[in-house]
């Protein structure tokens, strides 16, 4: 039954993919390489639409699994439902965990065991979100981000018109405080007139 | 059942919002749940983080259910990852269903090359807020540099960086109450 290993497998990415969307990756090649539902290439075109559509890109990758999946057997109906049957095996592992770490938390909130930990874990958290941002900046504002080791002088690989842009646009976030979503709007018609 | 609806709407707002994963969500969660709705503070949202990326699942949904389960509990964690990941069922469907090459459309390409340079600006912006909450004395500071050089120059898990940290922090409190014991 397809519906139920899509379950299956789904479950088991959610329950050992630690660390975000990506992190779902080593999964979806070894459940390509298993069962032969999609191959590698799929996995490129997923990847792509995932990260160029709204939403988490694990969620979007199991929803785009699960309807690819299904859509050839089933069709539409039945691919809708693989695309459903995958997104909620995903994340029923980490809302279990959560509701019982939440549980946990609520009890001990005034532990100063507790409170030490988080305030040790803060700066971490707020480290690890600094470097994620660094590695986004790699690819949206150097001409080619594989070349940051290589090349003698890093000036040679920045994109001078991307950073521009990033710069204004942060100047903007700082000064105005829109809604994300105004900046992130007005950054993709700027794509779009500019033809980055 | 209308708090319930409010964080079903609230998220899949949210998952409508962002490209890219976990950590481009926070700039909006930060609007969002801190700001507008006063749903948590900022330090909440630090805690959420720093657990949600050291335990099974994506991060987004991690954050959700915690803010779910903090306003309503159990059903609440629900009501807020449904929502989040309501907009990306419907979004992918139809792309995956009607629209053949999506991600190879030049504008959509387009497009995306400016969202990015947008998400850097956010995460910094992000960042800088966390920091003035977050990095608050020296041994803050440490632990910052610390992992963030790590993270950035080695492989090393962020699950091990976050468990150290944790670890750290027990140490601390060890410190903390012997200094107490002694005054």
Known sequence: MLYLRLFYEFFKTGLFAIGGGLATLPFLYEISEKTGWFSTQDISNMIAVSESTPGPIGINMSTYVGFHTAYGPYGFAGALLGGIIATLALVIPSLVIIEIISGFLKKFKDSTLVKNVFYSLRPASTALVAAAGLGVAKTALLTDSQLIWAVPDIFSIVNWVALLIGGLLFAAIRFFKFHPI????????????LQL | MKELFKLF?????????????????????????????????EDDLMDYFAIGQCTPGIIAVNTATFIGYRLRGVIGGIFATIGLVFPSIVIITIIAAFIRGFADLEIVAHALSGIKICVCALILDATIKLGKKSIIDTYCLVVFLLVFFISLLTDISTIILIAAAGLAGVVVNIVRKRREGRS
């Open chain 2, 9 to 41: 709407i609230t998220f899949a707002k949210i998952g409508s919002m962002t490209f890219g994963g976990g950590y481009a969500m926070l700039p909006i969660l930060q609007r969002e749940i801190v700001d507008k709705n006063k749903w948590c503070t």
């Open chain 1, 182 to 193: 105004v900046y992130i709007a007005a950054s993709a018609v700027i794509g779009i007139v």
